[in-house]
């Protein structure tokens, strides 16, 4: 016998005796070691029930200070915009505002997670999705794939023409949206002493000259105005990194005419290398007492583009000598009243540092990798042209 049975059994005897005096003992189905287990098990499952309920407790304290946020990775679609400067909390609030996330704190808190993901955030566009785990609008935002943008490449020497149809190709934008943007140049960011020229010429103000080319990222909301101002004011950029204005002042030259002198530069260069050597070419020209025509063809060739004429590779006399055409240059002294094209930073640099000490007065394209010869002896020249044509250069 244990001695949990000696208890019961000592505890019992004397109930044992009373009812021996009455008549015969009638024993009952349940001892109370029963009831004692019930017990027990009572406890326990009253010690298990505040146990859960503690924990239930702890996680909703947690739930309490934790930052809300949504448990999916959400639905629909929304286009947020990133701006440059943004910070993670400037990112948060955008993206609450627009219903991506539960709270500001959930995607602040996520970025500090991550910080090598948070910094490759780009300034643009993003699709998004609405009501989405702050994690999972990081790693959207972190992806370059996901930016929404139309990625648009104007090359060097485009005429606004040219430009505003490579625009509305990629943009979708109509040609006549931006040619009606470009109407005021001031407007879209060019200021207006730009416009200054003091050889007594006539000054088309246009944007032609402005549009700088480059590779640009324009977002879904960027309308024809916003995308030319855009463009200007990526020339503005590289004008003050070059400095130009001062440079062309300090050379007794007006930015003006160092614009016209780059786009032509742009237009007559077969190769980088050669851009200074056609700057010294003009400038000696311009510089000849009595100053000497230019003589470009492709002041002729701009000049028919912008009235629907197509561009030719041999023009006779009579078309570039057209008393009609303002941008001519031959028959007439000067630079053209405008610039023919938008130069690139190389011809631009080209136009402010032109080759120096050189006498040169002629150039021509010498072959086919679009090289050029240059002298200042017109005989010399005739035969670099015969060289040109033996290479099939001219």
Partial sequence: MNELDLAWEEEERPRHRRRAASGPVRRKKKGRGGKTFLAFFISLLVIGGLAVGV????DRVKDLFAAPDYNGGGSGEVTVEVKKGDTALGIAQTLLDAGVVKSTKAFVEAAKKNEERSKKIQPGFYKLRKQMRA??????????????????????????????????KQTGIKVEDFAAAAKDPIALGVPDFWFNRTDGKKVNK????????????????DDATAILKKMVARFMAVVQELDIVNVAQGKDLMPFAALINASLVQAE???????????????????????MNLEFDSTTNYWRELNGMPRKHNLTTAELTDPKNEYRTYGQAGLPPGPIGNPGKEALNAALNPTPNEKWLYFVLIDKDKNSAFTDDYNQHLRNIETAKKNGAY
Avoid at 55 to 58: I, L, P, S
Avoid at 136 to 165: M, Q, Y
Avoid at 269 to 291: C, E, F, Q, S, W
């Fill in 55 to 58: 924990y239930a407790g702890v």
């Fill in 135 to 168: 994690a999972d609008a990081l790693s959207l935002l972190a992806d370059p794939k996901n930016k929404v943008v139309d990625r648009v490449t104007i090359p060097e020497g485009l005429t606004i023409k040219a430009t505003f149809e490579a625009l509305s």
């Fill in 206 to 221: 246009t944007v032609e000259g402005f549009l700088f080319p480059d590779t640009y990222e324009f977002g879904p909301s």
């Fill in 269 to 291: 260069a077969g190769t980088v290398a050669d851009m200074p050597k056609v700057a010294r070419v003009i400038y000696n020209r311009l510089n000849k007492k009595p100053p």
